[in-house]
């Protein structure tokens, strides 16, 4: 089992930023993956920034060059630092996390809320 505690979500002007985190505790697995997606209202939730154990990331095209993913290995956590934020960004973020030895198995965290809005 994996726990994953989220942190940093709230309501942000457009043009605004905010910092999102993630810390992930086992003491089955070591953690791989971990990635953000998010899930705005009467949509399906999509992937926004995926990061590998080694550090390399994947985003979005809807959110190159504002939103940046990183992750601190030690702390299990990783973090989604989100900037020039639009309307359109506001949902649910959910971060998951992927076992190195179990890529066949997903866990997510509780979701914080994202709200865009002057």
């Known amino acids: 089992q994996v726990q994953l505690v989220e942190s940093g979500g709230g309501l942000v002007q457009p043009g605004g930023s905010l910092r999102l985190s993630c810390a992930a505790s086992?003491?089955?697995?070591?953690?791989?993956?971990m990635g953000w997606y998010r899930q705005a209202p009467g949509k399906q939730r999509e992937l926004v920034a995926v990061t590998s154990i080694g550090g390399s990331a994947s985003y979005a095209d809807s959110v190159k060059g504002r939103f940046t993913i990183s992750r601190d290995n030690a702390k299990n956590t990783v973090y989604l630092q989100m900037n020039s934020l639009r309307p359109e960004d506001t949902a649910v973020y959910y971060c998951?996390?992927?076992?190195?030895?179990?890529?066949?198995?997903?866990?997510w965290g509780q979701g914080t809320q994202i709200t865009v809005s002057s």
């Open positions: 998951k996390a992927v076992p190195t030895i179990r890529p066949d198995l997903s866990y």
């Open positions: 086992s003491r089955i697995y070591s953690i791989g993956a």
